[in-house]
């Protein structure tokens, strides 16, 4: 199994950062995706996640109207668009992959660096 993100990097106040996570190992459309982030010295946070099918979203309230989370099940790819960033978006972001059921797996990917700043 694996989950590798990439897209990462620095950026200025009010940029754009398109962040995408390449899933492997595993039967991709049966997972919820979810992206979360930490930033330093602080706990890590649910950003927002997206339905097996990508029918549904969800988005954390700091990022909500900003951030749109899509996937693409043919490629095996969850992403993550993110505009008007701000710098209290710096951290480390994570790519999670999440099926419930009798058994619960849980697949989380190496994460990848956002700093927004000028």
């Known amino acids: 199994v694996q989950l590798v993100e990439s897209g990462g990097g620095l950026v200025q106040p009010g940029g754009s950062l398109r962040l995408s996570c390449a899933a492997s190992?595993?039967?991709?459309?049966?997972?919820?995706m979810k992206w979360y982030r930490q930033a330093p010295g602080k706990e890590r946070e649910l950003v927002g996640y997206?339905?097996?099918?990508?029918?549904?979203?969800n988005y954390a309230d700091s990022v909500q109207g900003r951030f749109t989370i899509s996937r693409d099940n043919a490629k095996n790819t969850v992403y993550l668009q993110m505009n008007s960033l701000r710098p209290e978006d710096t951290a480390v972001y994570y790519c999670?992959?999440?099926?419930?059921?009798?058994?619960?797996?849980?697949?989380w990917g190496q994460g990848t660096q956002v700093t927004v700043s000028s």
């Open positions: 190992g595993f039967i991709f459309i049966s997972y919820t």
């Open positions: 997206i339905s097996t099918t990508g029918g549904s979203t």
């Open positions: 999670n992959a999440v099926r419930s059921g009798s058994t619960v797996f849980n697949y």
